[in-house]
């Protein structure tokens, strides 16, 4: 059964630092999203992206966040600037219809 | 704004007796709900939703618009039962982001 990926599985990063964050949805999914789930709290929406654009975004998702999907196969998040606070596990999702949406096992980022 | 409520951060039960976990929500219009499981060290997965109406694993969940509530109830539980449960709610739109609840780590006992 096909699965969404994401690598890497663990990122350790300095305040201040980019990084990116790589997920490969299932093949024939067209709705892509974020999400992620800070230690002990909720799982909380980042953005949706449908048509190559982004198509809702919560207010976390603010400028140092941004989503691409370079090729036809990888869905990236990058923050541009990680802070203390941005340390989560973040949970890529696709869905077919839009409706049900599938999870990759996620990134536990730390940032220190 | 929507909102999902999960009362019960922890439900202790023994094998094989009834397990009902709890989710209530709240949104303006019409909402699609869904059931997430999450095992330990794996991916969060889709249990159930509320459109379907089927019966995954033995657990069933029906949606009550006047209590605004979608439970999660099985009636025999087994013990690799235990994990996480995320009650989680979308829009009807097709791409709608979901909103989740807080879980209930579900611990099934010998």
């Known amino acids: 059964e096909p699965e969404v990926t994401q690598t890497p599985s663990h990122q350790v990063t300095q305040m201040g630092q980019e990084v990116i964050l790589r997920c490969v949805p299932i093949?024939?999914?067209?709705?892509f999203y974020w999400y992620r789930q800070i230690l002990g709290q909720k799982v909380e929406f980042l953005v949706s992206f449908y048509n190559n654009e982004i198509s809702e975004k919560s207010e976390i998702f603010d400028d140092q966040f941004s989503v691409e999907r370079p090729d036809g196969s990888n869905f990236t998040l990058k923050i541009r600037s990680t802070k203390l606070e941005d340390s989560a596990m973040y949970f890529c999702?696709?869905?077919?219809?839009?409706?049900?949406?599938?999870f990759g096992p996620g990134t536990r980022l730390l940032v220190l | 704004a929507q909102r999902v409520t999960q009362p019960e951060k922890l439900l202790s039960v023994f094998k094989g007796a009834p397990v009902e976990l709890k989710c209530n929500y709240s949104y303006s219009g019409s909402p699609e709900l869904f059931w997430y499981v999450q095992y330990s060290r794996q991916r969060l997965q889709l249990l159930l939703r509320h459109i379907s109406r089927e019966s995954i694993k033995g657990f069933t969940a029906d949606l009550n618009k006047g209590e605004t509530s979608f439970h999660l109830k099985k009636p025999f539980a087994q013990e690799e039962d235990s994990a996480m449960y995320y009650c989680a709610l979308s829009g009807l739109n097709a791409g709608n982001m979901l909103t989740f609840g807080g879980g209930t780590r579900l611990m099934v006992k010998p």
């Open positions: 093949s024939n999914h067209l709705y």
């Open positions: 999702a696709s869905s077919d219809s839009g409706r049900a949406q599938y």
